[in-house]
């Protein structure tokens, strides 16, 4: 237990904190949080357009980049939540070996099929907390502990298995508006389920976690430019800010590419890594 005056002034439990946000962003994710059927349902039909959709690996390659910087290179690294292996793909070439696991068969088979002549990928089906007996260099996840309801008993686990780094990339869950609404007199409009929870996590079973931010960027098409200004208005509204300003604010963003609409969306990208324990007493 953790006796620290930080702890005891939270007044309630980590793990709970953490719960409390799971789904955060609708009824949906919530029942994807919590019921593995759903959750199994839900990436069978996605699997099928997964690699058509951008991803973090996508538009901004430098978070892979940042995490090779982390973990090194020529290790034995555990991946979970690989999915189709927008991540484990390029990490393989960077490495000795490469265990995917990942929750859903269907994305597995995915990236099974796209593995061609690399040797060094051993894809696991499974979640990670329910792994035994693994001793790697590091375990790393990129946008996959949503979905994790004891996180506590999850770390410990997660760090038993590693001899030198677990790391979590988590793609901050924001509106694609929170540039826009952080700018105002009034912050944290919108945000969701965030990194400062895993950090209280840590802190409370006595790990002293890293954080690194990374500004990135992602373009969003924009189809009717009107709804994203009736959507600010209605935020505006709702928040009691200046609809202009947010207006005039999100126009400074938005550029025209070959007759294409884009809103150049800012992003911020958490790191958060510590020590692993495979060779704890």
Known sequence: MNNSLYISQLKKDTNDMWRETLGCSGEIAYKR????????????KYSLIYDTIPSLYDYWPETFDKLVDII????????????????????????????AIDFSKDMLQKLQCKIGDL???HTVHGKIEDMENYNVDSVYSVNAIYRISDMKVAIKKIRSFARE???????????????????????????????IHIMNILYDLGIDGNLEIMDVHKKIKIDNIQSNYEELKEIAGSYDLDADYLIDTFN???????????????????YIYFDGCANCN
């Open 165 to 195: 780094k677990v790391v979590f990339v988590w793609t901050m869950q924001r509106s694609k508006y929170d540039e826009i609404l952080n700018s105002t007199n009034k912050k944290g409009i919108l945000r969701r389920q965030e990194y």
């Open 33 to 44: 949080a919590h019921d593995d059927k759903i959750e199994k349902e839900f990436w069978e």
């Open 119 to 121: 040797t060094n990928i």
């Open 72 to 99: 090194g290179t020529q290790k034995d690294v555990i991946e979970f939540g690989a999915g189709t292996g927008k991540f484990t793909l390029p990490m393989a070439l960077k490495q000795k070996q490469v265990t």
């Open 252 to 270: 400074q963003r938005v550029t025209n590419e070959n007759g294409i609409t884009y809103y150049q969306c800012p992003q911020k990208v958490a």
